[in-house]
């Protein structure tokens, strides 16, 4: 990487932190982001924020979980991309990419995110997906297994399964009401959840949320939330797992209190779901990152990369 660009990066970290306590903004292209954020318009007229580093045989396609953006892969876009091209996104109506009326299904982010790759000639990805994102990259590599080289799965949605009266349960307590009236606590509250340890550097997730209610999107990012958990109840891939053909690499944080759901599923946890998700994908790998919850790339980003790299270098 050229003296220019790490300073660059240097420097769009630096604000990263500064600012992450102090967003006041009233829109979502106020929050701050890495300084090499770029835009590009797809054919269905979807407008796509995505950073683009780096450069190596692979090229990797990061995708973000419920709730977040493509600062959940802050810790981890520079480290991979040292040895390959790493691409995150923000997918359509998450973060700094176009919001509009559109589905918010599974098959919907998914053919958006093949759309992507085409905008930038890629005919062959690995999908790095993490949690929501996960269950997409699943749809993905079934949608285009030709598109699909490699797959790479961190707490992976769509694992777990639920009978009809728990996914009922689970779309009535996701509601836009209930997110527009969160207080300042539960919102930390539900932070925290996603972590085994609290690191300080998270202050910049919950300052984002917290100042993403102020802007004028906040009211159509309460709707989306719930079409999107109404999606991974509705678009199950766990009886279709054996259908992937790409190699796939499965992690989960050893510490993940978000799967399995505790509440529905108190009996089980979260070795028992990762080791049937990888009995289920012919070949897949399996590692348990230790000291890790749900947010493991960010919690333990250099065991999370390392992982990959060695992954990808097999």
Avoid at 174 to 181: A, C, D, Q
Avoid at 256 to 272: F, G, S
């Amino acid at each position: 990487m050229k003296k220019s660009a790490r300073l660059l990066l240097f420097l769009s970290s630096v604000a990263l932190a500064f600012l992450g306590s102090k967003v006041q903004a009233q829109s979502m292209e106020d929050l701050p982001y890495p300084l090499d954020t770029r835009k590009i318009t797809l054919p269905s007229g979807v407008e796509i924020a995505y950073v683009d580093r780096g450069e190596g045989p692979f090229t990797l396609i990061l995708l973000h979980g419920l709730g977040t953006y493509l600062k959940a892969w802050l810790h981890n876009t520079d480290g991979l991309a040292m040895r390959n091209r790493c691409i995150a996104l923000d997918l359509p109506g998450y973060g700094k990419s176009s919001k509009g009326d559109y589905p918010f299904s599974m098959h919907f982010f998914a053919e958006q995110v093949a759309l992507f790759c085409a905008e930038l000639g890629l005919s062959k990805v690995v999908l790095v997906g993490h949690s929501m994102g996960g269950q997409i990259a699943i749809t993905l590599a079934l949608q285009r297994p030709d598109l699909v080289e490699r797959l790479v799965l961190l707490a992976p949605a769509g694992i777990e399964t639920f009978n009809e009266a728990e996914a009922n349960w689970l779309k009535a307590i996701y509601t836009p009401e209930v997110l527009k009236n969160s207080t300042t606590e539960q919102i930390r509250k539900n932070f925290l959840a996603n972590f085994y340890e609290w690191p300080t550097t998270a202050e910049i997730l919950y300052n984002d949320r917290l100042a993403l209610r102020q802007t004028v999107e906040y009211d159509a990012w309460c709707r989306m939330i719930p079409q999107c958990v109404r999606a991974m109840l509705d678009e199950p891939v766990f009886s279709r797992l054996g259908e992937i053909k790409a190699p796939t690499l499965i992690l989960f944080g050893e510490q993940d209190a978000l799967i399995p759901n505790r509440i529905l599923h108190p009996t089980q946890n979260t070795l028992q779901i990762a080791q049937r998700a990888q009995a289920s994908i012919p070949g897949s790998q399996l590692r348990l990152i230790p000291k890790a919850g749900h947010m493991l790339q960010w919690e333990q980003p250099a065991a999370v990369n390392d992982a990959i790299k060695a992954f990808l270098e097999e």
